[in-house]
């Protein structure tokens, strides 16, 4: 017969498919002796089984039963007594903790009946009568979907009525009220009445977790974050210990150490007289946990100890759960607890001293992601006001500006802004590209605004919905105090906080020490960071380079660990006062005209690939012959059709504008992106591309003549077809046979057009090396516009789990994945030689370098501030 329950005292930490998360931390802790209530879990076996068949498994009912009449033994109690009645609670534990599956029913047991046996034997009768009408609360809530307010607004008008100002101000007949006025609710919502027999009470329970696998926030959480839909929940079944039975009562939670800083001692919340919901709901205000040593020194010494024990056995920080039962300590939960990015590393560089874990270890649990939030702005607390609100942080930094609630005005605004909408949608996006940050009250993390923040790499924080915004009004208020457009606020998209005036912002520590203005001897949050990226530098196999087009940008990615640099992109260096040469170029109507056009740019570029050279001495640096489609550099249609018909209008000679404005109908493209671009411009206009060869090939002998070691390497884009490559190649020997006194410079291509990829085979042996331009790929592969489609339609896409990332910020493995270990299997076997990297955004992406360490790049290239977190991250990736 299959075993689908299992005793806590049968579990243990590893069985978390089996057991679900708290059940198997549970297990653990009752091995270790610790005092847990007795108590057994409905394993994700069953759920499976009902989740596939719609019924439970025959065997659970039995198995429940016998688990059951075990636990009844120890506790001498037994449910349903009316006497002395054991009551439960019933828990949900999935292997992954999930937002949106049920968490707790207390009180499972309790009925008209066994409330009288409650009563007797906790001596408590406003105790019992709090107990009911918690269950039927939450029972109502979960097993039945009774909307909270229902429960909350009955709860209101008891307090009202009796003048209290929270529940421990009404008294055991006014609660004993309320339960009647619950009972009420409970059967003019669900159509009966609440259940008196404490095994259906039970049995209800356990299907509802079951059932809770599949609602909707948590089907969407499942499918965005990959986590297979067939897992189950498992059920954990606890006798009931009581925090508020008494001031010699109460539950807590607690840190083994400060999860914010990372400093060594316990940190807690405590709260007498109460049942851990109270804790969490921020009811009553909790006193910190050191207070317990004088409320009760015997079970706050034990908790120490516990707590000691805890941290060494599971040899990281732990959070836990606990209540004391009139001065009897009980421990209901405990995990390896969620930290700051700063605390994950101060913590595992602490675990290294302190002999507990290994290097490797440690860089097992930092990430780049957290060293990507440490590299933000962030706003000097120390003289902060309390914040107005707090919301979800969205998009980390640290925002100030005058808040403004329309786009356009935001737009307009001179100096900085933030947005504060309701929400946003498509049309607010000059508004977001022009502001600070973007302050929202209603959606969360996959908003518009928060998808489209962290795309553009802008604070934002959304869903505070305690901010009653009011755009017609250009104000908004939130408990009492009223922000006027104008007015400046503060946003921290690291916590999700909304301060009114304008806070300081402090730089990174960790970007400062990058930047080498701190060292680590100064902080440990640093010494930490050095400590853990030096050893990842040392385990990594993945080059890193940098994506660069200035000198200072060379410089700082120096600075900031890269070997070289992997995309120099030439087009913005014809930006500013360039543009008009560029101009003439596609203006010139004849051969002497673009011949002079070329000649004055010549020497621009040269300069600016020779002092890119010199930054990166004894570095590779590719540089990428010009890609975007050149009206790009044009003034746009409209502009000029609007210019050259005013003109017109009053009779006037609209001049160089009217022979602008031919130039750009002719050159005009539904489609930029899918035009004429990167080696097809290259081939239309070979002139340019030989340019651009030159100016690299003499910014190289000048170097080789200044003593330098110039590494330049050229790059062609947007390849689709080997003969493309061939010829521009073709053309480029030419010309760089021609210049005497400078290294072999290797001539590559990116790979970017899928069938690039799908050709690499043939591509390979005109190229000495590929680099995979992401960016387009994944435009390409998925037919998505880059510059469309993130506003556009990403956030439905996100919330209904399509994906869950944008496919422009972590690389799709499954499907743009496969086009690139096709390209870098069959171009590796054409050439065994080939230099493989990569350059598109995904090269910074902590789990996308993940996947190019596993697929054999040898670099990944990406934006300075980037290089820590790939270092990082490509030295964890090798970590099995
Ligand atoms: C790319 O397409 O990934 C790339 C690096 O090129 P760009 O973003 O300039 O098109
Ligand atoms: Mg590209």
Redesign the pocket.
């Known amino acids: 017969m299959p075993t689908y329950v299992y005793d806590f005292v049968e579990g243990n930490k590893d069985l978390k498919d089996l057991l679900g998360g708290k059940g198997a931390n549970l297990c653990e802790m009752t091995k270790l002796g610790l005092p847990v209530p007795p108590g057994f879990i409905v394993s994700t076996d069953a759920c499976r089984v009902y989740l596939r068949t719609g019924a439970e498994p025959p065997e659970l009912a039995t198995q429940i039963g016998d688990h059951l009449r075990l636990l009844e033994g120890r506790m001498g109690q037994q449910l349903g007594d009316r006497n002395d009645p054991l009551l439960l609670s019933v828990r949900s534990g999935a292997k992954f903790s999930m937002p949106g599956m049920m968490e707790t029913i207390l009180n499972v047991g309790l009925t008209d009946t066994t409330i009288a046996g409650l009563i007797r034997h906790s001596g408590d009768e406003r105790f019992a009568w709090d107990a009911y009408r918690r269950l039927i609360s939450m029972f109502g809530k979960t097993v039945y979907g009774v909307p909270d307010e229902l429960f909350e607004h009955a709860l209101d008008a008891a307090k009202r009525a009796a003048g209290a100002t929270n529940d421990l101000g009404l008294s055991a007949s006014q609660l004993h009220e309320l339960v009647d006025e619950y009972k009420k609710i409970f059967a003019e919502y669900t159509g009966r009445d609440f259940p008196q027999a404490p095994h259906e009470q039970l049995q209800l329970a356990v299907r509802s977790v079951f059932d809770s696998w599949n609602s909707e926030r948590a089907t969407v959480y499942r499918r965005q974050e990959r986590i297979p839909a067939d897992l189950g929940t498992a059920v954990t079944v606890m006798a009931m210990v009581f925090g508020n039975l008494g001031a010699n009562s109460g539950t807590g939670v607690a840190f083994t150490r400060d999860p914010a800083t990372g400093a060594r001692g316990v940190y807690g919340d405590y709260l007498a007289n109460a049942q851990g919901e109270d804790v969490v709901a921020g009811i009553r205000n909790t006193l910190p946990l050191q207070e317990l040593e004088r409320l009760d020194p015997r079970s706050f010494g034990q908790l120490m100890s516990i707590m000691d024990r805890l941290e060494h056995h599971y040899r990281d920080l732990c959070d836990i759960e606990f209540t004391i039962e009139r001065g009897k300590l009980w421990m209901l939960q405990t995990r390896v607890g969620k930290r700051t990015a700063a605390a994950a590393f101060i913590i595992a560089s602490q675990l290294i001293d302190e002999g507990v874990i290994d290097v490797d270890e440690a860089l097992r649990r930092v990430s780049g992601e957290q060293l990507m939030r440490l590299m933000f702005p962030a706003f000097d607390l120390a003289h902060a006001d309390q914040p107005i609100a707090t919301g979800i942080p969205a998009s980390p930094g640290a925002a100030v500006g005058r808040a403004i609630f329309e786009a356009h005005r935001a737009a307009a605004e001179p100096g900085p802004t933030i947005l504060v909408r309701r929400e946003t949608n498509p049309d607010d996006m000059p508004g977001i590209v022009a502001a600070q940050g973007i302050l929202t009250s209603r959606g969360g993390k996959t908003s518009h605004a928060a998808v489209v923040a962290r795309g553009l790499g802008k604070t934002c924080v959304c869903g505070a919905d305690a901010l009653d915004v009011d755009i017609e009004d250009r104000s908004f208020t939130v408990d009492g105090v009223t922000v006027r457009e104008g007015d400046v606020i503060s946003i921290d998209g690291t916590t999700g906080n909304v301060y009114v005036g304008q806070l300081p912002v402090r730089p990174s520590p960790v970007v400062r020490y990058f930047e080498g203005e701190l060292s680590p001897m100064e902080d440990p949050l640093i010494a930490a960071v050095d400590r853990l990226i030096g050893h990842a530098d040392g385990k990594r196999r993945l080059g890193v380079r940098a994506n660069a087009d200035t000198p200072d940008d060379a410089r700082r990615a120096r600075r900031f660990g890269a070997a070289g640099i992997g995309?120099c992109?030439t087009e913005h260096m014809f930006l500013g006062e360039r543009r008009v040469l560029i101009e003439r170029l596609i203006l010139a109507d004849t051969k002497d005209a673009r011949h002079a056009a070329l000649e004055a740019l010549l020497p621009l570029q040269r300069n600016d690939f020779i002092e890119i050279l010199a930054e990166m001495d004894g570095l590779p640096v590719v540089v990428r012959l010009i890609?975007p489609p050149l009206h790009e550099f044009l003034p746009p249609l409209a502009e000029l059709t609007a210019k050259v018909a005013t003109a017109q209008a009053r009779g006037e000679d609209p001049g160089r504008d009217g022979e602008l404005l031919a130039a750009v109908a002719r050159m005009h493209e539904q489609n930029p992106m899918l035009g004429l671009r990167g080696v097809r411009l290259g081939l239309v206009i070979p002139e340019l591309f030989a340019m651009q060869v030159r100016a690299v090939a003499q910014a190289a002998a000048v170097r080789v003549a200044a003593g330098g070691d110039p590494r330049p390497e050229i790059m062609v884009p947007l390849v689709g077809a080997v003969q493309e490559l061939e010829t521009v190649r073709h053309q480029a020997e030419a010309i760089l046979d021609d210049i005497q006194g400078i290294p072999q410079i290797p001539v590559g291509t990116?790979i970017?057009v899928p069938r690039a990829a799908l050709t690499a085979g043939e591509i390979a042996p005109a190229a000495d090396f590929f680099s995979f331009?992401?960016?387009?790929?994944t435009q390409m592969g998925w037919g998505f516009s880059r510059d469309d489609v993130e506003a556009a339609f990403f956030p439905r896409y996100l919330q209904l789990g399509i994906f869950g990332a944008s496919p422009f910020e972590t690389i799709d493995r499954t499907g743009i994945g496969r086009l690139i270990r096709i390209a870098v299997q069959e171009g590796r076997a054409a050439r065994p030689d080939l230099v493989v990297g990569v350059?598109?955004e995904h090269g910074g992406d902590p789990e996308s370098v993940r996947f190019f360490h596993e697929v054999g790049l040898d670099y990944v290239s990406c934006s300075p501030f980037r290089v820590p977190v790939a270092r990082l991250e490509a030295g964890r990736a090798t970590l099995t």
Do not use: A, F, V, W
């Open positions: 995309l992109r890609d990116m970017e331009g992401t960016n387009d790929l350059c598109g």
